[in-house]
């Protein structure tokens, strides 16, 4: 293969890294996305230089999906040859992360790679070898790569990357001050599928505790570390994946089998009885014979035991705050499926507005308004492209400094859409924040303002002030926002409190409209001799996003998304969302919004007050549950959520949901069983 430029950086095929490359190298790391080919060069490049008589040592630094060591762990291996001249890696040395996710516990994994590393004696000939993981996306990336470089002190990076294509966090690689050769990824490299790494880790773990015994412990007996399941939630701790430290060194590695009481049965290889456990370590790891080794949803306490022991203090990180912020919600998130979007109001009917819809085929999401964020995650803000805001009153606006500070890096500008004064909202925010380290990973986003009939765009970046505003767009029609896949149509309300002195208070409500929808004739997979599988969402993508040009390859063959289209897909009208929050009870307010809504297949309606408060609805300017339900029940929607409901009806959610009943049988609300959402 021959060389090739590209950005600087000399691109070599791993055949092409020779003696020179490697003098007076000692460190090694390997770098590049899943599926990259990482651990393949790494055994590659070990057997040569083993060859040429070099000591080589392998740090495998990926806890989600070694392919060496141990998964929940970094792992130092050596190699050996066997007795049919195989060339095998032997553990010599490990440290337990208790977490497959590089990108979320990064901190603890570069701690776990200095611990390691200098329990490693070096020889002067001794060469070796980091596996880096695969995160080399957004800040978790941005800041895991220079300090994993700065940790092993690599004198050397080899960056994997798909030939002709530039390498990932270039600018962090372009200032790491280390020698970077660029390797040109094999042909058939890919990314696994994800059941595919789970059922590879899954193997190893269970190989892994092959001579595993029981151990008992009492919970009074060590500290606890990390973030640990509550103690009243003991389902929670079956098959957590946890580690026995000694002055905070791994002594053994191994799964809970259970927690009752006061005492704790693990299952895990033996250990030297002489070491102390003074420590356990617990995160996010968890067996389960239904999933394998896989990551943990966060689990809910309802209180902490009184008894609590003094000596187990727990290290409170984002799976803990994220179970408290649960609890403290007056209510869990509402979810459900309108056609192929998942909706969630995030905070529930009793908490602040935030709806969030995430488009699976386009790994995208979409958020109506931006109250506090709850459980949202960071990757999904990464995701984000769109945020429909309503009015700036802080219950709809908290949440954009979250927004602002997930959005620290290479990202494409996120738009923002809503009332009057939004661009002087969202300036005044970024504008109270020093932004003097940001360099040319500022926040950018564009800034749409309704006036009317008119569209007004700026556009800030974090660190800049508001800019020039661009030419105004005249509108035909309530259309704002429209792309091949969907639309968004807007109209203003008016949310006037009684006694407000300002004249007027406009608030946008949305209705987004899905323009087609497409769904599978599993009668015809069978009759083409297809099975189902990952390329179906991938047709879908394609047909969604307009590119019937596209291939698909099944099975060693390829396919004409055309021609896939018309044989196994078939389209149908996409289903309408309305989105309508903090407007009075007025006659224009309710033609409007009915109009607006007329049809949908869901209308989330505010439905703050019940009937017998309707004076303190008209004071503050909201919606009575009747006055709800009749809009509802005017627009012909076909699904009902009411939501927003004053905090004074904490304990009162089932007479909302029958006076918004008896207006609207179409309302929908949490069947008994089942407490985190709406089955539609």
């Not at 980091?130 to 990076?157: H, M, N, Q, Y």
Request: with cysteine; charged share 20%; glycine share 6%.
């Amino acid at each position: 293969m021959s060389r090739a430029h590209n950005r600087g950086y000399t691109a070599y095929s791993p055949e092409q890294i020779n003696k020179e490359h490697l003098t007076n190298i000692r460190r090694v790391l390997i770098f590049g996305e899943t599926g990259a080919g990482k651990s393949t060069l790494a055994d590659q490049l070990s057997q040569h230089l083993m060859a040429d008589g070099r000591q080589v040592t392998l740090l495998d630094a990926d806890p989600g999906s070694p392919a060496f060591g141990i998964p929940g762990a970094l792992c130092l291996m050596i190699p050996e040859l066997s007795k049919d001249n195989r060339h095998l890696w032997i553990l010599r040395d490990f440290e337990a992360l208790c977490s497959l996710d590089a990108g979320r516990f990064r901190l603890p994994l570069i701690d776990a790679v200095r611990t390691l590393l200098s329990r490693l004696p070096q020889m002067e000939n001794d060469l070796l070898i980091i596996d880096a993981p695969g995160v080399s996306r957004c800040i978790a990336g941005a800041e895991l790569l220079p300090a994993l470089i700065a940790a092993t002190c690599a004198d050397l990076v080899l960056v994997l990357t798909p030939d002709g294509q530039p390498p990932p966090l270039s600018s962090e690689l372009s200032t790491s001050g280390v020698r970077l050769l660029l390797i040109a990824s094999h042909a058939n490299a890919h990314k696994p599928e994800k059941a595919a790494i789970r059922s590879i880790r899954t193997q190893k773990w269970q190989q892994h505790l092959t001579r595993a015994v029981e151990h008992t412990f009492r919970l009074n007996d060590t500290t606890i570390l990390g973030t640990p399941p509550p103690l009243n939630a003991s389902d929670a701790w079956e098959g957590r994946q946890m580690a026995l430290l000694h002055k905070q060194r791994t002594v053994t590695l191994g799964q809970i089998l259970g927690l009752s009481g006061n005492t704790l049965r693990i299952q895990a290889p033996q250990y030297d009885k002489n070491l102390t456990i003074d420590q356990w370590l617990l995160r996010d790891a968890l067996y389960t014979h239904a999933r394998g080794l896989h990551t943990a949803v966060p689990a809910r306490s309802s209180s902490m035991p009184a008894n609590r022991h003094p000596r187990q203090v727990a290290v409170i990180g984002k799976e803990a705050l994220f179970a408290k912020s649960q609890q403290e919600q007056l209510s869990p998130p509402l979810m459900m499926r309108v056609g192929p979007v998942d909706a969630t109001m995030v905070n529930g009917v009793f908490g602040d507005p935030l709806l969030l819809l995430q488009m699976g085929h386009q790994k995208r999401c979409i958020l109506f308004d931006l109250g506090y964020h709850g459980p949202i995650s960071a990757r999904t803000a990464h995701q984000v492209t769109d945020v429909f805001i309503s009015h700036a009153h802080i219950d709809h606006i908290c949440g954009f400094l979250w927004l602002l500070r997930c959005r620290i890096g290479h990202y494409p500008p996120c738009r923002l859409f809503g009332p009057p004064g939004l661009a002087h909202n969202i300036a005044g925010m970024i504008s109270g924040i020093l932004w003097d380290r940001i360099g040319d990973k500022a926040p950018v986003f564009d800034i749409y303002e309704l006036h009317d009939q008119q569209l007004r765009h700026w556009q800030i970046a974090a660190g800049t002030p508001l800019s020039e505003e661009f030419p105004r767009q005249d509108l035909n029609s309530d259309i704002i926002w429209q792309e091949p896949f969907f639309r968004v149509r807007a109209v203003t309300l008016d949310h006037t409190a009684k006694d407000n002195i300002n004249p007027y208070t406009p608030v946008l409500a949305y209705a987004f409209e899905p323009l087609r929808q497409v769904n599978v004739r599993k009668d015809q997979l069978s009759a083409l001799g297809l099975t189902a599988g990952p390329w179906l969402q991938q047709l879908k993508a394609h047909v969604l996003n307009g590119e019937q040009e596209a291939c698909i390859r099944i099975d060693d063959r390829v396919y004409s998304v055309s021609d896939l289209t018309e044989k196994v897909l078939m389209k149908c009208a996409g289903k309408k969302l309305v989105y309508a929050t903090d407007l009075g009870d007025t006659a224009n307010n309710r033609a409007s919004l009915i109009s607006l809504a007329q049809g949908a297949h869901t209308l989330f309606c505010e439905a703050s007050f019940v009937n017998a408060d309707r004076a303190l609805a008209k004071l503050t300017g909201h919606l009575t549950t009747g006055a709800c339900g009749e809009i509802g029940r005017h627009a012909a929607v076909e699904h009902l959520i009411p939501f927003h409901f004053s905090g004074r009806y904490q304990h009162e959610a089932p007479r909302i949901y029958q006076e918004v009943s008896c207006a609207c049988p179409h309302t929908q609300a949490p069947k008994p069983s089942v407490s985190t959402g709406y089955d539609v």
